[in-house]
Nanobody, 129 residues
Framework: QVHVQESGGGLVQAGASLRLSCTAS????????VGWFRQAPGKEREFVGA????????FYLDSVKDRFTVSRDNAENTVDLQMNKLKPEDSAVYYC??????????????????????WGQGTPVTVSS
């Protein structure tokens, strides 16, 4: 089990950029696949993007794939979500989630919340029009 914590949320205007970070403590994050999800008020939690343990494989929600980028720095035990050209509909609480995977699963990632074991508390993002 790993403790993960998100940071970097805030209030921005449409068109701006934000960089969210997911930081792990207590373990080496390089043995985990990591996903980003978001949940807006009154809506279900939604997959945003994910990155494999080896960092070579990423996957995105269609509506963000040309604007958002997931990357990882295993030396710093962080996985970042770079969000560009933000839109009001991107407003939500953003969560990172992690799942330990074996070396044979270095290319794995999940897009379902049920695939992940460990979750952060979330960081709010508000995009004004």
């Amino acid at each position: 089990q790993v403790h993960v914590q998100e940071s970097g949320g805030g209030l921005v205007q449409a068109g701006a950029s934000l960089r969210l970070s997911c930081t792990a403590s207590g373990v080496s994050f390089n043995t985990y696949a990591v996903g980003w999800f978001r949940q807006a008020p009154g809506k279900e939690r939604e997959f945003v993007g994910a990155i494999s343990r080896d960092g070579d494989h990423t996957f995105y929600l269609d509506s963000v794939k040309d604007r958002f980028t997931v990357s990882r720095d295993n030396a710093e035990n962080t996985v970042d979500l770079q969000m560009n050209k933000l839109k009001p509909e991107d407003s939500a609480v953003y969560y990172c989630a992690a799942k330990g995977v074996p070396p044979s699963g270095s290319s794995w990632y999940g897009s379902s919340p049920e695939w992940y074991y460990d979750w952060g508390q979330g960081t709010p993002v508000t995009v004004s029009s």
